[in-house]
């Protein structure tokens, strides 16, 4: 590897509670060279389960050398969880992953409020289609064959999640076992939202309400 290249190192908050060394771990890594130091505040026994730790990350943030930058992990799912994190662990930056899971305008919301700005919220139903459709043109582009469908059936549940009459969407999704049909279903669902005319706009997370309201 090009020694120009700055190496990073993420991990997690230990091997599981009664090893918590993520602080000493961290530091051993920046003494071998890492740059930049990314720390997922559950153990690798907790997998996926329980709650991130932000006292670790912050521990973490106290232990390592101010140059070294630390980026706080785990459970950050909204612009409040965003905030916690920055504040509660001192960290200087924030990873995002399962949050932005069909929700990639989280972003723009932290980046909004960050610049003193009013959170904009979720898109319409036009623009949420449009970025699902571009999500599923890189998984076409992208995932293996043999997991295609999976991977398309994911992003239907991801992005249909908490709109008007999803449930049977993605039950129809996971149904089917030809790609181009997953997509046909999820298409089918945006081109009915997109056709209510008297809500052209509806943010997603006002559809259930909007379509209660007029039911
Ligand atoms: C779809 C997906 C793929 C991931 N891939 C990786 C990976 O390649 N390497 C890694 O260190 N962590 C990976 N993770 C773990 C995340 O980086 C992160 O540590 C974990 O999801 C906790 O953060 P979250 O609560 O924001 O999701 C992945 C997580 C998800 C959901």
């Known amino acids: 590897m090009p020694a120009h290249l700055p ?15 993520a602080p ?13 130091i ?10 996926f389960s329980g709650k ?5 990350i912050r521990k973490v943030r106290e232990a390592v050398p101010a140059n070294v930058p630390v980026v706080g992990n785990g459970d950050v799912l909204t612009i409040d969880d965003y905030f916690r994190m ?22 723009r919301s932290i980046r909004e409020r960050l610049a003193g700005r009013p959170d904009p919220g979720p898109p319409d139903v036009h623009e949420r289609a449009r970025v699902f459709d571009r999500h599923l043109d890189y998984i076409v582009s992208h995932a293996a064959p043999k997991k295609l469908v999976h991977e398309l059936r994911k992003a ?6 908490g709109l008007r009459d999803s ?15 997953v997509r046909e279903i999820a298409t089918r669902y945006f081109s009915s939202l997109m056709q209510e005319k008297k ?11 909007v379509s209660r309201e007029v039911a």
């Open 7 to 21: 190496v990073t190192v993420k991990h997690r908050a230990g091997w599981d509670e009664r090893h918590l060394n």
């Open 24 to 36: 000493e771990f961290a530091c051993a890594m920046v003494e071998a060279g890492a740059a930049m």
């Open 38 to 47: 990314t720390v997922h505040g559950r153990t690798r026994e907790q997998g």
């Open 52 to 56: 991130s730790d932000r006292a670790i």
């Open 86 to 107: 920055r504040e509660e662990t001192g960290c200087d930056a924030v990873m995002i992953g399962r949050g932005a899971l069909g929700n990639p305008w989280l972003f």
């Open 156 to 161: 239907v549940a991801w992005y249909t999640k």
């Open 167 to 181: 449930a049977h969407v993605r039950e129809q999704a996971f149904h089917v076992l030809d790609p181009v049909q």
């Open 199 to 209: 809500f052209p706009a509806a943010i997603a997370s006002d559809v259930d309400k």
